[in-house]
């Protein structure tokens, strides 16, 4: 099985074949679990990168792009911490592995942009 799917719908599309660049990959099919864990981790550390950017740097303009999207997130909050380790448990949350296996996982459900379950 495959770890990642392009869908018909252009923001998951568009996610998918990030991805896929960021994996170094030529296709999503060929994006493994092991490769969607390296993505997490560049994406927690861009993100940490641009929370915890001084205002006068270039990184600090990828801190607005998240404000834009994400106002309510702990990296962008305005008491948000400007230590990256402090930071970091809070974004890596968002990145975790679905624990499938849980029992309190609870029942699948279809995800919003491919049917696929989750939970």
Same mark, same amino acid.
């Given at each position: 099985?495959?770890?990642? &799917?392009?869908? !018909?719908?252009? &923001?998951? $599309? +568009? !996610?998918?074949?990030?991805?896929?660049?960021?994996?170094?990959?030529? /296709?999503? $099919?060929?994006?493994? +679990?092991? /490769? &969607?864990?390296?993505?997490?981790?560049?994406?927690? /550390? /861009?993100? &940490?990168?641009?929370?915890?950017a001084p205002k006068d740097s270039s990184r600090y303009d990828w801190?607005?792009?998240? @404000?834009?999207?994400?106002?309510?997130?702990k990296a962008t909050h305005s008491k948000r911490p400007s230590d990256?380790?402090?930071?970091?448990?809070?974004?890596?949350? @968002? @990145?975790?592995?679905?624990?499938?296996?849980?029992?309190?996982? !609870?029942?699948?459900?279809?995800?919003? @942009?491919?049917?696929? !379950?989750?939970r």
């Open positions: 099985m495959t770890a990642l &799917l392009a869908t !018909g719908h252009p &923001l998951q $599309r +568009a !996610g998918a074949w990030a991805a896929v660049v960021i994996a170094e990959r030529d /296709d999503p $099919r060929r994006v493994s +679990a092991a /490769d &969607l864990d390296s993505v997490s981790s560049v994406l927690v /550390d /861009d993100v &940490l990168a641009a929370a915890t801190w607005k792009v998240l @404000f834009a999207l994400y106002p309510n997130s990256p380790n402090v930071l970091r448990p809070d974004i890596e949350r @968002f @990145f975790a592995r679905d624990s499938r296996d849980s029992p309190e996982a !609870g029942p699948m459900r279809p995800r919003t @942009f491919c049917n696929a !379950g989750t």
